[in-house]
């Protein structure tokens, strides 16, 4: 009884065969398709090229010498389409040496003529499992990267936050290095969803989160904290690189022309930052987070449109990053 092997995107393991002996495409294409496999054929290296643009394969068997292309550009051409496909080659025994360039590019394995069509069989059964664990490992990272992501914007949701933010306290512990953190926050959403709606809203949340993407190193990342709220994770950066930082974003936020703000006054959309750096601010994880909330608060409840941090204990506004006429502020 014959065990049917399943991958992603085909209800079973799609294998096309090339080779310009016709007995050999038959003999190949009659004995796996008795066995349940998905078995297309072509009759040399150009087909075969025009079956792979067309259609996704798991496995090529290809022969190595054919006319015309032959089954090294084969290799090439279906490596460069999908690197994960396997590629069988089948050779005679004077070619074994190209059959082991064929290797070096990226085959799977080879097989000398005459073969045995159980010698065959259990390579591709070698192949297939290959692919499903490849596949299992697939999913194991998409599932990874989903429970990490905001399926809103697609930037690092607040889960994976919370656990950088640990290694980061611990490596800069050892380093005796620094990093900040910069809390951005959507001035007026609110009322942009009540008015616009919440489709309108989450449009300007997904291009918010690029903008942010868009004016951070590589080296930084950008979270959704949660609703309208975003943070930007900036390594090694000090208080004065964190605040450059935030200001050169927040000129970007003003000036960007919106592809989703037509309804908005003056079609502008403003943020509110909050600033802090560890160990500058706080020593203790919870309390930095808190800072930085409320230093972002901080900045809402006193005109928006601003960038505030701590200075000597005290919230102050960024002067640099003011859109009015700039003036330091401190609580009481």
Not at 108 to 130: Q, V
Not at 298 to 310: A, P, T, V
Request: a negative charge; hydrophobic letters at 40%.
């Amino acid at each position: 009884m014959n065990k049917l092997k399943e991958v992603e995107g085909a209800a079973t393991v799609r294998i096309l065969v090339v080779d310009d002996e016709e007995i050999v495409r038959d003999m190949l294409s009659d004995a796996l398709s008795h066995d349940g496999y998905n078995v297309q054929v072509a009759k040399d290296g150009e087909d075969a090229i025009k079956q792979i643009e067309n259609a996704p394969f798991e496995i090529v068997i290809t022969d190595l010498k054919m006319p015309g292309i032959d089954g090294l550009e084969v290799l090439k051409y279906a490596k460069k389409t999908n690197p994960d496909i396997c590629i069988l080659m089948i050779t005679a025994y004077g070619t074994v040496g190209s059959a082991v360039t064929a290797m070096k590019l990226g085959a799977y394995d080879y097989i000398c003529k005459p073969f045995e069509l159980c010698e065959m069989k259990i390579i591709i059964e070698k192949a297939i499992e290959r692919q499903r664990l490849l596949h299992e490992s697939r999913l194991v990272e998409s599932y990874k990267f989903l429970s990490i992501t905001d399926c809103l914007t697609k930037i690092y949701n607040c889960r994976y936050f919370d656990e950088f933010i640990d290694r980061e306290i611990e490596r800069v512990k050892r380093s005796s290095g620094v990093f900040s953190l910069v809390f951005v926050d959507v001035d007026n959403f609110k009322q942009y969803n009540d008015v616009n709606g919440h489709i309108a809203g989450d449009n300007i949340l997904r291009e918010l989160a690029e903008v942010l993407l868009a004016s951070t190193r590589k080296t930084d990342f950008a979270v959704r904290h949660g609703g309208e709220e975003f943070v930007l994770v900036l390594p090694d950066t000090t208080i004065e690189g964190a605040l450059h930082l935030a200001s050169s974003t927040a000129q970007v936020i003003q000036s960007k022309k919106w592809r989703y703000v037509s309804a908005l006054p003056k079609k502008r959309i403003t943020v509110s930052m909050g600033v802090v750096t560890f160990p500058r601010d706080a020593l203790i994880k919870e309390v930095l987070i808190k800072k930085a909330d409320e230093a972002m608060y901080y900045s809402k409840n006193n005109g928006k449109d601003k960038i505030c941090y701590f200075k000597e204990g005290n919230i102050v506004e960024y002067e640099e990053a003011a859109i009015h006429q700039p003036k330091q502020t401190e609580t009481e």
